[in-house]
C-alpha cells in the first residue's frame, strides 16, 4: 500500500489546525494572568511559563509578547472560561 493511498483511511487524516479554535491575538502574558487572577485562579509558580491553578485546573502560560492567538485560546479552554467571557475580563 502506497502513503498516499493511507491517508485516505479516515483514521489517519490530521485535523485542520486551526478547527473550532477562535485566535485571540495581541494578548501579553502580564494581561493574561491578571484575567485569570479575576477569574480565581492564582500563581503557583513564575519562570519561562507562569503555572496558575484554581484547586482543580492548572494552566501553563508563556511569557511572551504577546502570546500565540491560538496558544492563548488553548489557555482559556483549559480554563473552563469562555471566549466571550475571557474577552470580557480583560
Not at 57 to 64: D, E, G, H
Request: glycine share 8%; net charge neutral; hydrophobic share 40%.
Amino acid at each position: 500500500m502506497r502513503l498516499q493511498s493511507l491517508f485516505r483511511l479516515p483514521f489517519l487524516r490530521f485535523p485542520d489546525k486551526n478547527q473550532g479554535t477562535p485566535e485571540i491575538g495581541g494578548i501579553d502574558y502580564r494581561s493574561a494572568v491578571a484575567v485569570f487572577e479575576d477569574a480565581g485562579f492564582w500563581v503557583l509558580h513564575e519562570g519561562v511559563h507562569v503555572v496558575m491553578t484554581d484547586g482543580r485546573r492548572i494552566l501553563t502560560i508563556p511569557c511572551q509578547d504577546p502570546v500565540n492567538p491560538l496558544t492563548m485560546a488553548g489557555i482559556v479552554r483549559d480554563s473552563g472560561l469562555t471566549v466571550e467571557k475571557f474577552r470580557q475580563l480583560l
